[in-house]
């Protein structure tokens, strides 16, 4: 896994290439490859050598489709709500984009709710654009507004982490005590518990295993976690 | 770009929730201060505190100018901070907002009209050269309360400082180099510790101290609190309006200067290690 700096030139070749985050095809300039990287971190490819894509960390979130993110209602326009996706522009959600919804029967966001979405359009010269159900069978498929709860803020590659779902953390906790999570890949986990102190917990974990801050291990979080009286 | 949103309402409903059963977020008591760390850069007067994830770097340097005419006797003080987008993607480049206008100005009184340096030992000739310190304040990282934290590194840089030996024979100013004479630590009357503390929309919420960035966002008054060890009060001030009583303040000032003699400890302790570890080599 070579470390690669932005504006690098990527030897990447195959019949059906496919490029990931941190990576851009430009137009080819005499015989050089016209794949170069636009952020520093680990390059990775495929076995195949199809797929490639730059793996690092970061805070700030840049908007890709498909992925699902947790967001804050931030102000009413006309038809769509706007949304706080912790990225540079404010992402937008049309009133329509729920499961169920008609003119008639709209969901009752407030300024300041928390919604689950997935972004749908994500390009360099607009803004972002979100969604809570899937477009195909127009199912909520979790999606939608998270009530209660709490929200922890993290590094990108923390919420990449806890996506995974042979990563300890969240089974760890979950065996501990019951509680609800969600996690977008824009840095933001909800945690849903009946206990405060349980949220609490949670949180404090989350924060000291993220490799941007502690990066504690398994045994180091088990050890914590007993020291917190949960 | 807009204003930074305001937190979202579970965040809002679980803080509150939670610190009316005396929890906070990070796991601390209401009244407990997340420690600080303090590391000293190879220059003399180059410090970066952090308390949790906020980190502030403090550096001072001295030049010689001459004094202003109405104050020939003094030394000249001057605190340069600005807060960057570098600190958290809150702030904007140039334009200034209502919190760093506010720090701006507290540490102005605490650090510079608290007469922390006793301006008088910086002046060398009379009307013609005088030291002008220059305090430069950094703020790397924002999770809450960086006033108390840029307060602490500005005193703390103060103190770690030391400026070149001067000599005046006559009307003739001559400067040692650190290799010739060990520099002198400026002459310091006391040293203020800042302490804010949060309170809430409920009143029977209990305040905390040393908020995080959350706590600080949601609070609805802020009281800062400037003290030294020696429980003199250098500034009260108080931003929002929460009601407080007299008998409130009191207590909290109470609770200020047991956490400015720990503050104190450890500053001190930690400026002793460092200067153990430091060699003067004088010639």
Known sequence: MPLVLPGEQISAQH??????????????????????????????????????????????YVPAPQESVIGVVIARSGENWRVDIGS??????????????????????????????????????????????????????????LKGGFLINCSLRMCRLLMDPSHFLLPLLGSRFPLEAATGVNGRVWINSKEPRHIIAASRCIEAVDPDGGGMDEAGVKKFLSSMDV | MPRPPSPSIPEKEFVYGALKEKLRVDGRLPLEMRTPTITFGPELGWVECALGKTRVLAQVDAKMVKPLPERPLEGI??????????????????RPSDEEVTITRMLDKVLRRSDVVDKESL?????????????????????????????????????????????????????????????????????????????????????????????????????????????????????????????????????????????????????????????????
């Not at chain 1, 290439?17 to 495929?46: C, Y």
């Not at chain 2, 040393?210 to 706590?215: G, N």
């Not at chain 2, 009601?243 to 303040?249: V, W």
């Open chain 1, 15 to 60: 019949v059906n290439l496919k490029l990931g985050p941190g990576l851009l095809q430009q137009p080819s300039v005499d015989g050089k490859s016209p794949i170069v990287s636009t952020r520093a971190g680990e390059l990775h490819h495929s076995a195949n050598r199809s797929k490639w894509w730059i793996d690092s960390n970061s805070r700030r």
């Open chain 1, 88 to 145: 540079a522009h404010v992402a937008s959600l049309d009133g329509l984009a729920f499961e169920g919804a008609t003119k008639r029967n709209r969901p009752n966001l407030k300024v300041g709710s928390l919604l689950y979405a997935r972004v749908s359009l994500a390009h360099k010269d607009m803004e972002p654009e979100l969604e809570c159900f899937d477009a195909q069978t127009r199912k909520a498929e979790g999606f939608g507004e």
């Open chain 2, 77 to 94: 003080i001057t605190i340069h901070s600005e807060i960057s987008p570098m600190a958290s993607s809150d702030y904007e480049p140039g």
């Open chain 2, 123 to 283: 002046c060398i000739l009379a009307g013609q050269r005088v030291w002008h310190l220059r305090l430069t304040i950094h703020c790397l990282a924002d999770a809450g309360n960086m006033l108390d934290c840029a307060c602490l590194a500005g005193v703390i840089a103060f103190k770690h400082f030391r400026r070149p030996e001067v000599e005046v024979v006559g009307e003739e100013v001559t400067v040692h180099h650190p290799s010739e004479r060990a520099p002198v630590p400026l002459s310091m009357h006391h040293t203020p510790y800042c302490l804010t503390f949060a309170y809430f929309p409920d009143t029977s919420t209990a305040p905390v101290l040393d908020p995080s960035h959350l706590e600080q966002r949601l609070s609805a008054g802020l009281l800062s609190i400037a003290l030294n060890a020696q429980r003199e009060l250098c500034v009260v001030q108080k931003a929002g309006g929460v009601p407080l009583g007299a008998d409130e303040i009191l207590g909290i000032i109470d609770v200020a200067v047991d956490k400015a003699k720990e503050l104190d400890r450890l500053v001190e302790q930690r400026l002793k290690e460092d200067w153990a570890s430091r060699t003067v080599e004088v010639r």
